[in-house]
């Protein structure tokens, strides 16, 4: 419960979720198909770059958002995925970072680990932060 609360809090100070207008803009821009497993049914806005990583309100913008079915985005989580990262223009995903997570990123210093979601692979990243950024966090 407590875990909910902090994420909670911490998705509120990033931007909260998306509004009606962004979320009308990416179901125009992929369609009502998850992107992963290609499902039609449950679908729901996700952030492409979980809140967690990004700077205060700059999260929620369109460029970061894709649709997932509700199963695809529960197993996705909060994880950065590799394959996500490349996808978010690099004009948006620069300032949308926060600096904790933006240097270890930027100079590929991350552990990667493969993972299953929808049937399909991806790369989980694993940022190695310093210990001051991990107090901060």
Not at 19 to 28: A, G, P, R, Y
Not at 58 to 83: D, F, M, P, Q, Y
């Amino acid at each position: 419960y407590k875990r909910q609360q902090l994420r909670n809090r911490k998705r509120k100070e990033n931007g909260g979720d998306f509004n009606k207008k962004q979320k009308e803009q990416v179901f125009e821009k992929y369609g009502y198909v998850c992107q992963i497993c290609s499902g039609e049914k449950n679908l729901q806005v996700d952030h492409m770059l979980p809140q967690h990583i990004c700077k205060p309100n700059k999260s929620s913008v369109v460029e970061n958002a894709w649709i997932l079915c509700k199963s695809c985005n529960a197993a996705k989580g909060t994880r950065i995925l590799l394959e996500v990262i490349k996808n978010v223009p690099k004009d948006v995903l620069e300032p949308m970072l926060s600096n904790n997570y933006a240097r270890p990123i930027a100079n590929k210093d991350f552990e990667r680990k493969i993972v299953k979601i929808g049937g399909s692979e991806f790369t989980e990243i694993k940022a190695k932060l310093s210990k001051k950024a991990l107090v901060a966090s």
